[in-house]
């Protein structure tokens, strides 16, 4: 199986934001960047595909500024066989010209599977799996929660409102994966040492006009002072009345 | 003057309740922009509540019908959708961030060849352009941005539109949507067994602490739960979980789970920071506690001071009445 | 009571195993590991990679670095202002704007405090930081990891070192612990097993109250003219909106008359603000906290127009050996290993400095680890020379002129501070001969109430509100790493959660209650009475700017 997984450097999901002098991105001073964590959950999945069918390799790939080296470096400690860097400034806000980039890239790798994390942690952006299949032509599930995969196609769950939504679809396809569909594992010592022997290509990408433009990052509205209500049991009919009629989640 | 095409959502031949928020952002943009709202919803056949888009501001509401979209199909629906925008000219796309609108906004952005701001909380125009804001980091901040591509296409938080009632016409129609499902097939989808629901997802979160006193009255917790019918889960804070009171899936908190659900109670919880990360998006946060400086106080929208023991089953029957 | 009374033993049969034993998964073999990525091992792990690249004869060296932190840097904690000496032997050819430093030293301040005044007095003359700069121990570190890997080393991140392995009297490497055990140790679908890493010399740069390092020397016997001694230092960092211009050291109040310690407050930045407090671990009162005294000491008039109005961004703590020279152990090698840095309790309390003295130590030993490949003997009489290179440098002779100067205090800060004085004006001569010490351990201690403290959320927090500001996002399903006597008493479980600032300790009706994943590795009471294990690599603390 050749399997090609695209991870993404992000802020980790500890870091305390601070907005940068510009006042349109994160003040990276002090800030830990890690290899997305659905995005590990995509390479976890390549893995074990691999190992499953015996034979096979998994490419990651990133796009980002040079230090995504690093996270490719992490992918590879974990197993994968080799990295390419589509290496840009910084990343747009929108998602599509990654997805253009990405799909140039993978377009004519011969790939069984093209695996994503549902989304990254630091924009939420949940889009560049599903427009890069677009893209591609390829059939795409989002979200998978679990994978059965056979000759030729595959079938998956995906979490929706009020349960899980079974797919088929054939192969080859581009996945986005979601928590709960494995158990990444630790990179071992022997893993780390073996990934720096292991290629990573490196290549300049000039990404197309942004069709986002961000105008600024803002602190979130603090939360609104709360109130005692009031004390013990007769407090309750008040409350319920606030919840019914002020908060409305009743 | 440009159009706002909005995408409603159907299961199983019902307009589900999403729309009526899709309908209300659509609205505000069109208004905005000085165009009609014209509602669009992929099914199988007709669907039963789609009159109620005209209430909520939709000038035309248009029932694409295909034998293939009784189910979710992603590529059919994205093709049609897609094509319909691009024959209608319009300004812009409004899609829900539910779980069907983020598998499918992605794929109408790309074949519009445009780009989609995903999530969004707010939309605005100023001087013509679109604005949006969407959360990232978390919620930890948010960003402001310019929509540049056209048409936009936006998927809404949900939750966030309330839904606003500012009738139009409403006029609805069908049409025969050609083509195919797709290669991608919803088979269907399995309801969540019921009582499963997990702290992270429950819509209702009711917590214990160590206020609880011992383990054995977290059963006030669970009937507190069971009162709201299905839609609430309990957790608990590290230090009951620590020691060993209750499950470590249970714990809300920075080691534990975040959650976000739109009411959070938290009972004889003290408000240690760790716990205060893992809850402090819920939309709206009660506490019940004795003391009355504990810190969950200062987060909590609501708080009742005193014995729990007392308040708790009072509440759990009020909130059975209200339940029926 | 006398906390040694209550200490568990160091589990030796558990640090001391033979190569080979069985539990291990993979194993590795390398030619030199450094145990610990703190300045020491970064630094030697630099020298001896460089002195490799340089002498063609000798091939290869295949250098490794455990750490246990997730992250580089990320488990390291200092105050600091930083002698570059030794940063300048490692980097001749670097310009100071290049240095992973702050900023030099401009002005600097002494007071003595009470709790509503300070008295400005002269810089005592060991206090000086003329030419000396600001730093973050963790950018230090980050940056020297860095410059490592850039020279081919292996650093391995997310590793603790849990066990020696030795053949005889010889170290050959170390076991790494497990990582994915369950509560009650069993095997979680994320179980990883102990890795063996076996190497020709293994130079154990734990940092402060190393573990094997203390078993090392258990195991051979290695004696020291006095026991060591520590201090425990809690420190914050503030985002302020009062800019601060100068270096600022504290003695007196908070801490009581039979305490010794003081506090600091460096700009890391204008608005970013170090600010912590030291007490030694021999201190009287058993309900004395220095993380309360880190609290109190916040609302002093000295400190709080600066803090006030702004955000603790991070908060830790950690230990530091404050023994001094008498306190070395006789030697710091021996078969294929050595001692380095805080794991051989090179730092000087006087003048508040370590690191240098840390990575000078780094950098002799990696000098004598070559030529002992070279000659193909890694042997305790082939590693002895960095006893000697350390003994002759400004590491021993700093230690020397102020052996007695530390020790002077354990009879109450007064009398320590008139006699501290004569010290520094006879150049350690005063008083002659050496003041004997026991263990902080073997101090007595008597409970007298401390006053009750609130914190406000603003400028004061919790022991959780800090280990939340550590980022300690350590597994809750650990199994605990905390090695307690049998059946503490109340009186003494409350002495445990006073020392603890992590609130890893309560006591709970009468009893110890123990909170392991608060835990972050600060090794206080480990050094008064539970014994610290490593547990799963990335476990404790994440700081970014400590």
């Known amino acids: 199986m050749k399997i090609a997984v695209c991870i993404k450097r992000v802020a980790d999901s500890e870091t ?86 990405l799909a140039t890239e993978l377009k004519d790798g011969g790939y069984d599977l093209i695996l994503f994390g549902k989304m990254a942690i630091d924009d939420y952006n949940h889009q560049v799996g599903p427009m890069t299949a677009e893209l591609l032509g390829l059939p795409c599930v989002t979200c998978v929660a679990h994978l059965d995969l056979a000759a030729g196609k595959g079938t998956a769950e995906r979490e929706v409102e009020g349960g899980m939504e079974e797919v088929e679809f054939p ?62 049991a007769a407090a309750i009919p008040e409350l319920l009345k606030l919840l019914r009629e002020e908060a409305k989640v009743l | 003057m440009s159009n706002v095409l909005a995408i409603l959502e159907q299961r199983d031949g019902t307009l589900r309740k999403v729309s009526h928020e899709i309908v209300t952002g659509a609205r505000r943009l069109a208004d905005a922009l000085g165009g009609e709202v014209h509602a669009l919803v992929c099914a199988a056949g007709p669907v ?28 059919g629906y994205a093709r049609t959708i897609a094509e319909h925008a691009k024959a209608g000219g319009y300004g812009a796309v409004v899609c829900a961030a539910s779980a069907q609108g983020k598998d499918l906004s992605p794929r109408i952005a790309a074949r519009l060849s445009v ?51 500012r009738p139009r016409p409403g006029i609805v129609e069908a049409v025969a949507a050609t083509g195919d499902g797709g290669r991608v097939v919803v088979k269907g989808i399995k309801a969540a067994a019921a009582g499963a629901l997990d702290v992270a997802e429950a819509p209702i979160v009711v917590s214990g602490g160590r206020g609880l006193k011992e383990p054995a009255n977290f059963k006030l917790l669970e009937e ?101 | 009571m006398i906390p040694s009374q209550h200490q568990p033993p160091l589990p030796l049969d558990q640090l001391i195993l033979p190569t080979g034993a069985a539990g291990a998964g993979d194993s590795m073999e390398l030619d030199v590991l450094f145990v610990g990525a703190g300045p020491a091992g970064l630094a030697g792990a630099i020298e001896l990679a460089r002195l490799a690249k340089a002498d063609r004869g000798i091939g290869e060296l295949n250098i490794g670095v455990l750490e246990k932190a997730e992250a580089l840097g990320e488990h390291s904690l200092s105050g600091a202002v930083v002698n570059p000496v030794a940063l300048r032997e490692l980097f001749p050819d670097l310009p100071e704007k290049d240095l992973p430093l702050r900023g030099r030293v401009e002005r600097e301040a002494v007071y003595v405090l009470t709790s509503g005044s300070a008295l400005r007095i002269p810089i005592p003359p060991t206090m000086k930081n003329h030419g000396n700069y600001i730093g973050s121990i963790c950018e230090i570190v ?103 211009d100068r270096v600022i050291h504290t003695m007196g109040w908070p801490l009581p008359r039979d305490a ?23 201190y009287q009162n058993a309900a004395l906290d220095i993380h309360v005294l880190m609290q109190r000491l916040k609302g002093h008039p000295l400190f709080r127009p600066y803090l006030e109005g702004g955000e603790m961004v991070e908060w830790g703590a950690k230990t530091i050996p404050e023994g001094g020279y008498y306190a070395l152990p006789a030697r710091r090698s021996g078969d294929g290993v050595v001692l380095l840095g805080d794991a051989a309790g090179f730092v000087d309390v006087p003048s508040l400095k370590g690191i240098h003295y840390a990575m000078q130590s780094g950098i002799y030993a990696a000098r004598t680890i070559f030529a002992a490949l070279k000659a193909g003997e890694t042997t305790a009489a082939a590693l002895a020379p960095y006893d000697r290179l350390v003994d002759q440098s400004y590491i021993a002779r700093d230690l020397y002129r102020t052996r007695n100067m530390r020790l002077a205090f354990k009879d109450g800060f007064t009398a320590g501070g008139f006699k501290a004085g004569l010290m520094t004006l ?13 263990a902080d351990a073997d101090a007595a201690r008597r409970e007298e109430a401390d006053g009750v403290f609130t914190p406000d959320g603003k400028l004061t927090f919790s022991k959780v509100d800090g280990v939340f500001k550590s980022g300690n996002t350590t597994r809750d399903t650990i199994p605990t790493h905390l090695v307690t006597g049998r059946d503490i008493p109340a009186d003494v479980a409350r002495f445990y959660s006073h020392v603890c600032p992590a609130g890893v300790y309560e006591e709970v009706d009468g009893t110890l209650r123990i909170n392991a994943p608060n835990c972050i590795d600060c090794k206080a009471t480990d050094v008064l009475g539970p014994r610290w294990t490593p547990r799963e690599g990335g476990s404790g603390p994440k700081y970014k700017r400590m």
Request: hydrophobic fraction near 45%; charge should be positive.
């Open chain 3, 260 to 282: 010794f310690g003081g506090s600091f407050c460096y700009p890391l930045a204008p608005n970013l603000v170090a600010i912590g407090i030291v007490v030694g671990l021999d």
């Open chain 2, 48 to 75: 039963s509540g789609v009159d109620a888009a005209g209430r909520h501001g939709a000038d035309t509401v248009i029932t694409a019908t295909n034998a293939a979209f009784g189910q979710y199909a992603p590529e």
């Open chain 2, 115 to 165: 780009a989609l701001a995903a999530d969004i909380t707010d939309v605005s125009v100023d001087g013509g352009a679109i604005v949006v804001t969407r959360p990232v980091y978390a919620g930890k901040a948010l960003l402001k941005v310019k929509v540049v591509s056209k048409p936009a296409v936006l998927s809404l938080r949900p939750n966030v539109f309330t839904p606003v009632e």
């Open chain 1, 171 to 232: 192969l080859p396809a581009v996945l986005t994966v979601d928590k709960g569909l494995n158990e990444p594992r630790y990179p071992a010592l022997k893993g780390i040492m073996a990934a720096k022997k292991k290629p990573l290509e490196v290549k300049p990408t000039t990404l197309g006009a942004p069709g986002l433009l961000v105008l600024a990052m803002i602190p979130p509205p603090e939360r609104k002072a709360g109130r005692i209500v009031g004390e013990g």
């Open chain 3, 426 to 438: 006879t150049g350690g001569r005063f008083p002659g001969g050496r003041i004997a010490m026991h």
């Open chain 3, 142 to 244: 980050r940056w020297l990891g860095q410059q490592a890997e850039a020279l081919g080393v292996n650093v391995f991140t997310g590793f603790p070192a849990a066990a020696l392995l030795t053949e005889g009297t010889r170290v050959a490497g170390v076991r790494t612990a497990a990582t994915g055990l369950g509560r009650d140790g069993q095997q979680l679908p994320s179980y990883s097993a102990p890795n063996d890493l076996t190497a020709k010399v293994t130079a154990l740069s734990e940092g402060t109250r190393g573990l094997l390092s203390q078993a090392w020397q258990q195991w051979q016997g290695v004696p020291s003219a006095n026991p060591q001694i520590f201090a425990l230092g809690v420190k914050e960092i503030w985002e302020t909106k009062r800019p601060l």
């Open chain 1, 16 to 101: 305390r934001v601070k907005i940068a002098a510009d006042g349109k991105s994160l003040d990276e001073a002090g800030v830990k960047f890690i290899l997305n964590p659905y995005d590990e959950f995509a390479v976890e999945e390549a893995l074990r595909r691999k190992e499953q069918a015996g034979a096979g390799e998994v490419v990651v790939i990133a796009c980002g500024s040079g230090a995504s080296q690093e996270t490719i470096r992490t992918a590879l400690a974990m197993g994968a066989d080799r990295g390419v860097l589509l290496e840009t400034a910084a990343l747009p806000a929108d998602g599509l010209s990654i997805a253009r980039a």
């Open chain 2, 224 to 324: 507190l739960a069971q009162a709201f019918g299905g839609r609430a889960a309990v957790g608990a804070s590290r230090a009951v979980v620590d020691a060993g009171w209750r499950p470590h899936g249970d714990q809300v908190g920075q080691t534990g789970k975040t959650v976000s659900p739109s009411l959070y109670i938290a009972v004889g919880i003290s408000g240690a920071i760790q716990h205060l990360a893992g809850m402090r998006t819920a939309k709206v946060i009660v506490a019940i506690n004795k003391d009355k400086d504990a810190p969950i106080f200062k987060i909590a929208d609501y708080g009742v001071v005193g014995d729990l023991f007392e308040i708790v089953p009072a509440l759990t029957s009020e909130i059975r009445k209200l339940n029926g």
